[in-house]
């Protein structure tokens, strides 16, 4: 990566919440896309990378002993403590990554920069991966009730809604376009997710423009219509993901919610989850426990109630789990809304889709369920996630905590998923690095307007690449199960340790039993290869013997014992007790999350051709940094 | 490593040649001992005044004493009495299961316990040092201490057999009271103070290492459980009364069956053991981090949310480990 150096910096230390004073000496190297720390002290040389674009915050922290220090957050939760020899070298990495860090214009985002080895047929063949409309044939769309339409083509019903989108056949132009004047954004209800085997769907909107009086003939009959496309229920529900009092207080802006006695056979109801700003609150204040330095479990439990972060995940599950009932076992059809249509709705909506639909559970299923509730419909990806300098009061962690659930969802069925983990961990990261264009803007057409189809890669073919690391060995396959009914009592939430404090790698199990499990399934799979090959070969040949001694090794390999240290177990250590923490622990077995980010990285920046433009191109006033 | 009760100094600072000298001979000429008290400094200090006390350093010169105090008795029971509460409200909000969780305490106990032994392992591997461990009676938190510890530092009591073992040696021989410890457990109405559950906050420190060290132990959640529920109702004579004298005296060997006997039939130990198994010859150092422990849902939800997909996932694991 020497090649493509903005800045390198000597005398470097990076600190973690074991070491101390007592951590090696690195070497920080700045490039047009990341920030690579090295430190080659030890036998085995340990590579830090961090994309700008995942930095959140960087902070001057006051003087210590060790030099100047430097703080760095990131929007996945990594969090970089730097101690600076030199000050002027600490000023000069502070205001480069201040500039790098928050691009203005969507041109400077990576995924335009971004050129792995590939030919152009297959960068577009990867955009052609996903196809929504394969989807909805799944579901038996088009059909007598609903049908796949081309009304809003040049977004004349919706600008933030895809070209095409599914509504009741009953539905005409005229409906259609009228309960567009009466939706915020025009976002009016469509289909997100049809039940195939009772006609029950999920449909999705924005608010009613109903104020405290105001009504729309169109838009009742658009609910009247969505209702009658499933003539198994009486009645549908209405479910506003607000909190009640919020949904109220819209009235008064011309907004509102929906009134019961305008629509015939509906059932509203509140659902009560929080809006933007208290998520990205709750957020923080999770964070902060994640950082503290030894706390107590009071301390750390006291912290966690007070962020309320898994009363809101909880929230988002329940609202899940309710959509996923009326559709199943009332037989009702569901519409959902927040206020735009595209925060909370497109969670609930997803959650509610893979409680029902095992297919979501899959590799292609749960692309395809991202690229139609949160891509194709809509959803402030470059707010949410400050691709670019904005609005912090935009900022939020919506997709963050639908990725949550997700991962709820799999430790309680650990069998259902057919992907892992760090399958979602991949994804959020690459929400927020920008080096794919899925995630850009906020609606297909600004994806359309900014050319992202012919200027950058789609991320999907790139994950698909990975399958391997990236599955779960204990996946039971597709029709193992069928609806998942989970647990939703406060106990069986539990704090996600691996995505918040992902880096913090002393925290997690010493010992990594997703790495053994993926490795006897390919081992079990080359084996079954193996075995076959030989017994072509040679038919005479009493059993595979040579298999078997080629599991010995394999098993020994992935389990041979790490070694640990112990970390400080002391509150106050008593004088000439060693502490054991040593500089740097021997990552014998180096963790994988790591180890993931650093390959990848490694060849996309091989791959880079000249990025120094996009360094040329940025504002050269010094705007005044705040995230 | 040694475990005793405390030493009754009272008082008067009494003090006893005899103790001292039997002390002194662990140690060699310059060699550096340490002394961990289960309870805190003063409450070592005010149990002079009932006759115990802890070693003055005048006395016992080599040894250095280091206070952790570790709950028990009472405070212990009401812990785990709040817990098992907390567990079955079904109507209970996020926010305050939250709360009753951190009020309870029980995870607090745990990362006292595994601090703790983790404190006395480190004493011996890293400073090569002896340490005695005692507490009031030598009885409980002791006893905790020491076994856990001897899970941390040593490969062969996380074998099967060593681990049970090691509960003979250092749980039942060692004279923890099970009769009078694990009488009526969370449910029972009847408060009895000599009721607490050192023990199965053992077994809480075991899986928490079982969790962090997957490959490391040789038995599974089951066998922790099977421990569990034995300990306080059993077809075996294993766990009765509350020493060796009493068990003499009852005739608990010639009257009854050995747990250990019935475990360890060939059908039987199959389901005990941990199908990702790998002999670790190195110590393991847990993190004691609140993230890295977590509630043992195997034994504090056991009845009260199914556990179906886990177990299809345990027998998922088993299989793939199998077919290697």
């Known amino acids: ?627 | 490593m040694l475990r005793s009760s405390q030493p009754l100094t009272g008082p008067n600072r009494k003090r006893c040649r005899e103790d001292e000298m039997l002390l002194g001979t662990v140690l060699e000429e310059g060699e550096r001992g340490f002394i961990i008290d289960t309870r805190s400094a003063q409450a070592a200090k005010q149990a002079r005044m009932t006759g115990g006390g802890t070693e003055p350093k005048s006395s016992y010169p080599q040894w250095r004493r280091l206070h952790r105090p570790l709950e028990r008795g009472r405070p212990l029971q009401e812990s785990f009495i709040k817990l098992v509460e907390a567990c079955n409200d079904a109507s209970i909000s996020m926010d305050r299961w939250l709360s009753r969780l951190e009020s309870c305490r029980w995870l607090s106990h745990v990362k006292a316990a595994l601090s703790t032994a983790c404190l006395a392992a480190q004493c011996m591997d890293r400073e090569e040092a002896s340490v005695l461990v005692h507490g009031v009676e030598g009885t409980d938190t002791t006893l905790l201490v020491t076994a856990l510890a001897q899970v941390i530092l040593d490969p062969s009591c996380r074998t099967l057999v060593g681990f049970q073992g090691l509960l003979e040696r250092e749980w039942i021989e060692a004279g923890h009271p099970f009769h009078l410890r694990c009488a009526r457990s969370a449910y029972s109405h009847a408060r009895l103070k000599q009721e607490a559950p050192l023990f199965l906050l053992f077994l809480d420190c075991v899986w928490q290492l079982s969790r962090q060290f997957p490959f490391s132990l040789e038995f599974s959640e089951c066998l922790l459980l099977t421990l569990f529920d034995n300990a306080y109702a059993s077809a075996y004579g294993t766990f009765l009364c509350n020493n060796e004298k009493e068990r003499c005296l009852c005739k608990v060997k010639e009257s009854t069956h050995s747990l250990w006997a019935w475990l360890n039939q060939p059908a039987e130990r199959k389901k005990y053991l941990n199908p990702l198994y790998s002999h670790n010859a190195l110590v393991v150092w847990p993190s004691v981090e609140p993230q890295s422990i977590q509630l043992w849902q195997g034994l504090f939800l056991r009845w009260i949310r199914p556990s179906q997909y886990l177990d299809e996932a345990w027998a998922e694991i088993q299989r793939l480990a199998e077919s290697n």
């Open chain 1, 1 to 627: 990566f020497r090649t493509l150096l903005v800045l390198q910096v000597e005398n470097v230390k990076l600190l973690d919440r074991y070491t101390n004073r007592k951590a090696a000496n690195g070497t920080l190297y700045l490039t047009a896309t990341h920030l690579i720390y090295v430190d080659a002290s030890a036998e085995v040389r340990k590579e830090t990378w961090i994309l700008h674009h995942h930095i959140a915050t960087v902070e001057k922290l006051p003087l210590t002993t060790a030099g100047y220090p430097l703080l760095i957050h990131c929007k996945n939760f990594h969090v970089a403590h730097f101690v600076i020899g030199q000050e002027r070298d600490c000023h000069e990495v502070y205001t480069s990554l201040l500039k790098l860090s928050q691009p203005v214009k969507p041109e400077e985002l990576y995924a335009f920069s971004y050129n792995p080895k590939m030919s152009k047929e297959n960068r577009e063949i990867g955009w052609k991966l996903i196809d929504l409309k394969v989807d909805y044939q799944r579901m038996g769309i088009p059909n007598d009730y609903w049908e796949i339409t081309d009304v809003n083509k040049d977004y004349e019903v919706c600008n933030t809604y895809p070209p095409e989108i599914v509504v009741p056949r009953a539905a005409n132009k005229a409906v259609v376009i009228g309960s567009s004047r009466f939706r915020s954004r025009g976002r009016i209800p469509v289909l997100s997710y049809l039940y195939k085997e009772n006609n029950a769907a999920i449909c999705r909107c924005s608010q009613p423009l109903s104020g405290f009086s105001a009504r729309c003939l169109e838009d009742e009959q658009m609910l009247q219509a969505i209702r009658e496309a499933n003539p198994g229920s009486p009645f549908m529900y209405v479910v506003d993901t607000r909190p009640k009092l919020n949904a109220m207080a819209n009235r008064a802006a011309g907004k509102g919610y929906e009134n019961e006695d305008n629509y015939d056979n509906i059932r509203f109801k509140f659902i009560g989850i929080e809006n933007i700003h208290v998520m990205r609150n709750s957020l923080q204040k999770l964070l902060e426990v994640c950082e503290m330095k030894s706390p107590s479990m009071s301390d750390f439990l006291t912290g966690l109630e007070n962020s309320g972060w898994l009363r809101h995940i909880k929230a988002v599950m329940d609202a899940g789990v309710f959509l996923a009932k009326a559709v199943k076992d009332e037989k009702a059809s569901v519409l959902v809304h927040c206020s735009d249509g595209w925060d909370r709705t497109a969670q609930v909506c997803s959650v509610a889709s893979i409680l029902l639909d095992p297919f979501y559970r899959t590799f292609k299923g749960f692309m395809v369920l991202i690229e139609k509730e949160w891509i194709a419909m809509g959803h402030k990806f470059a707010h949410r996630c400050g691709h670019l300098d904005g609005d912090p009061k935009e900022v939020s962690p919506v997709f963050t905590q639908f990725v949550e659930c997700v991962w709820q969802l799999m430790q309680q069925f650990p069998c259902t998923f057919e992907f892992n983990e760090r399958f979602l961990l991949e994804i959020h990261d690459h929400v927020y690095s920008c080096q794919f264009g899925n995630f850009l803007g906020t609606c297909h057409k600004e994806r359309e307007d900014v050319k992202i189809f012919e200027k950058t890669h789609s991320l999907w073919p790139f994950l698909l690449q990975k399958k391997q690391e990236l599955r779960n060995p204990l996946y039971r396959g597709f029709t193992a199960y069928k609806e998942l009914q989970p647990n939703t009592l406060p106990f069986s939430f539990q704090f996600w340790c691996g995505m918040y404090n992902r880096f913090d790698k002393g925290m997690h199990p010493k010992q990594c039993v997703l790495d053994h499990l993926l490795s006897c399934v390919s081992q079990k799979m080359k084996l079954e290869d193996n075995a076959s090959e030989l017994e072509n070969k040679l038919p005479c040949l009493d059993g595979p013997s040579e298999a078997c001694s080629l599991s010995k090794v394999g098993s020994a390999a992935s389990k041979t014992p790490m070694l640990n240290t112990p970390q400080d177990y002391e509150a106050e250590p008593p004088p000439g007790l060693s502490n054991g923490a040593s500089a740097g622990d021997l990552d014998v077995v180096s963790d994988v999350d790591q180890k993931h980010t650093e390959i990848s990285c490694h060849r996309d920046l091989h791959d880079l051709n000249d990025t120094v433009d996009v360094l040329d191109s940025e504002a050269k006033d010094g705007k005044p940094q705040h995230h």
